[in-house]
């Protein structure tokens, strides 16, 4: 189905049984080479604010770096990323400036904004616009990253700023957690006009990137079954649990169940949300990220499994970590490793044949 991915059948196949929660037993790994396309990007950027980048230079990336992994026969699904719409966009389209940045190490060039509002009471003035220039530049985008991928590679889905991430945006973190106590009605309404415009911009991007096998491209679990929108609960990892049940889970649900349901990520110093999250309706997968001063997640899946139950995640581990927990037949199952460092395209096929042997 994707030129650059000729075992695409069988990774569908063995991905749609992962979530589902039909592959307790089993693993999964995508593996991470090194790359042409990425060193070429560290020659060019050095890490920080950059001009705003041409789309067709963008993809043009994309394409380089993903025909470099065609030979990796692992659970990848090579898809393109629209990092430069990553949060910008969002804010964008409520007037904020908009500032990119790049990221040497992973070929990103990201996008954010500074708290757009003075005050509360510039609220009532937001409104969204589908003609506005961002929402257009971001179709646009959209156009170029799918039409030079048909038929070689996907486009993933980006992350949904919704809910306090939007607030976050409006006002900047600190005020969104006081006006939870002194400003709770400009908060909701902060929050609807967060979901008018995050399904607006989801709407379109299922309407122009049609993934293969009736599913979705993601960044974060390579390939999931339905319309799967990428969700973050970032604001909650410095709250209670209780505030998170107050406040972000009615948001998270209710874009769910606007689409097929979601995925979202998870940082080191949020897994105590876990228990909570993983009743989430519609909860497909959660990505658990590392973070200094934590744990990796590697270490202590034992006790997160415990915590989430069937719930399928993803999780990063080295090359060198992996192969041994594999040998020693010591890898929890119903998980993807995005296992990072492998020295070659011929070692980490080698492996792929024990993962795809492998039983709990």
Known sequence: MFAYKPAMNEVLVRLRALYERRAEERIFAVMETPSRAIEAFQGEYREGYCDPPDPAERIAFWDRLL???????????????LSEMDQGLYGGL????????????????????????????????????????????YLDQLGVFTEEAAGKFGVSHFILIDGLNFVFELVGATQTYLGLYEHPGEVRRAIELAYEINVAVQAAFFEHAAAPGGGTCSNMVQWIPGRIV????????????????EWGRGPVERIFRRFDGGVLHIHGNGRRLLPAVAEFEGLKAIYLGDDRGFPKAFDVLGEIKQRVGQTPLVLDVDFNRFADALD???????????????????????????VRGYRT
């Open 230 to 245: 990428s969700e973050s609960v970032d604001p909650f990892h410095m709250t209670s649990v209780d505030c998170l049940q």
């Open 67 to 81: 025909a470099e992994r065609a030979a990796v026969e692992d659970d990848s699904v090579p898809s393109a990323y």
């Open 328 to 354: 020693r037949h010591a890898l929890a199952g119903g998980v993807l490793y995005r296992v990072r460092g492998a020295p070659g395209v011929d070692a980490a096929n080698r492996l792929m044949d024990q």
């Open 94 to 137: 409520v007037g904020g400036k908009v500032q990119f940045m790049a990221h040497p190490d992973s070929g990103w060039i990201s996008s954010m904004v500074a708290p757009i509002l003075r005050d509360w009471s510039e609220l009532e003035r937001l409104r969204f616009d589908p003609d506005h220039p961002w929402f257009r530049r």
